[in-house]
């Protein structure tokens, strides 16, 4: 692990403290079991500990800590599989806020998004597949302002949202990069349906029929909005690398307890040659994969010329690391790891979704090769 500052030591352990006492996976099982993904009062107690203002800068109500911060939150919350807006809202739609918004913007939204009743989700993906740099959802001129048509699929957080931020294609080509335009777009001027996924999360499917909006909702500049799009989705997949990362250690941490505690023929089956040659090369495994999370946080906080490389680098190690992680937690458990009892098949789940956010580990490494001249 990086040397922390005594300030992120201190939110990391209360993160621990409190992932562990009010959002552990018994939680979300819950959650899950009564057909829901949204806790208000979970909700409410992340905001009370200012989680949601990390990356708001402190004239607009936040603190202003780093992405390594809340990287160290968005860890612990991946080894109990806490449901909540956060990541969403407070990670990616801030960062995007940050980045690109006006100081219009920023004043009316992100004081809202540090007190959680401003609740932000980011629009990108159309197709099964994430395909940033084409856009086919249009936003066309109608007077001074705007009128969208196109549906944008998978969009975290879309059933909660109070605001989305939606690609758009205001000129060019389809499979053009150049020609997007980031809007901001209310949520009740969309239509969303749920998009059940494996690991029972909230996505939404929205389609934009008509849907008009002022020229207040550009954040940046029209025509020039796909740098700010990639800027803002490295910015997410390193935060997705850092929530597997916490999956994976979880998930690593209940196969070593299992491998310490269940006995076979007399021994406890970590005493086992193979399985603990397994168990080493598992645990070398998590650290790279933990380097490479922290390398990608460090980078955008430090504003690094390779940050881009680095954050591809970060979704497609770790996310290689939990595919492997989630199957031997599967498999190193036998047959009771099969079973809805255990919690297993929720990090099994949740590793396969988050393997695909924003990009799963084939587009990432053939992004990263590409970046480095190849």
Known sequence: MAALTEEQSILRDQAKSWVSDKGPVETFRKLRDAGQSFDPNLWASMVEMGWTGILV???????????????????????????SPLFASAYVGAS??????SEEQKTALLPKVVDGSEI?????????RHRPESAITRAKKNGAGFTLSGTKSFVQEGMTATTFIVSARTGGAETDPDGQTLLLVPAAEVQR????????????????????VGPEAIIGNQDQGYTLVE????????????????????????????LKTREQFGKVIGSFQALGHRAAE?????ELARSCAEAALQAIDEGADNTAELCSLSKAK?????????????????????????DAGFYLKRARVLEALYGNQAYHR???????GF
């Open 193 to 212: 349906t749920p998009m059940p996924m494996m690991d029972g999360r909230n996505y939404a499917q929205i389609t934009l029929d008509g849907t008009t």
């Open 366 to 372: 053939d992004r990263y090769a590409k970046l480095r």
């Open 120 to 128: 932000l989700a980011l629009a990108v993906d159309e197709a099964p």
């Open 57 to 83: 800068p402190e004239q607009y109500g936040g603190s202003d800590l780093g992405y390594l911060t809340f990287g160290l939150v968005l860890e612990e919350m991946g080894r109990q599989l806490t449901p």
């Open 231 to 258: 800027t803002v989705l490295d910015r997410a997949r390193a935060g997705v690398g850092a929530e597997m990362l916490g999956t994976s250690a979880q998930a690593f941490d209940m196969t070593l307890d299992y």
């Open 96 to 101: 995007a806020l940050v980045l690109g918004g």
């Open 318 to 342: 770790v996310g290689d690391f939990l595919h492997e992680m989630s199957n031997q937690l599967i498999q190193i458990h036998g047959g009771i790891g099969m079973t809805d009892e255990f």
């Open 282 to 286: 598992l645990f070398g495994g998590l």
